[in-house]
């Protein structure tokens, strides 16, 4: 059985836009939170709170979603690189996602960064998803 936990927060933020929720939870890791940082410098999430554990119970990651005119930030949100096949990329040769309209959300030795920091930095990385 194959677990992909950085597929099942994108599936639970398409899924939530898609069902106009305001807030949705995902369990927490540190590498989901730098995505999520991500989204929110640009402007597809509204808010990220970390809720802390009591007890037995392990933390999630809260991410508030963000609507304009009842229409959702998000329009689609797309899984590049997965566990069987990692898409590596030199900062020279980054996408434009939608001809610049969205961004593509990468891993950088320098930390999680979307493509204009990433541009910036003059780093390539692992492409995680596009987002427009």
């Not at 927060?9 to 305001?22: E, H, L, P, T």
């Not at 229409?71 to 566990?83: F, H, L, R």
């Not at 898409?87 to 040769?93: A, E, G, K, S, T």
Request: proline letters at 4%; charged letters at 25%; glycine letters at 6%.
């Amino acid at each position: 059985m194959i677990f992909d936990p950085i597929a099942d927060m994108i599936s639970a933020v398409k899924n939530g836009y898609m069902s106009n929720k305001n807030i949705i939870k995902v369990s927490f890791s540190s590498y989901k939170e730098q995505i999520a940082r991500v989204l929110l410098e640009e402007n597809y999430l509204m808010g990220v709170d970390v809720i802390e554990a009591k007890g037995k119970e392990k933390k999630t990651l809260a991410l508030k979603l963000k609507y304009e005119n009842k229409k959702p930030a998000i329009t689609d949100i797309k899984q590049v690189s997965k566990t069987s096949l990692r898409v590596y990329l030199p900062y020279r040769h980054l996408p434009k996602v939608l001809g610049g309209l969205g961004t593509s959300v990468i891993s950088t030795p320098k930390g999680v960064v979307s493509t204009r920091q990433a541009k910036k930095l003059h780093m390539g990385g692992e492409i995680i998803c596009n987002v427009w």
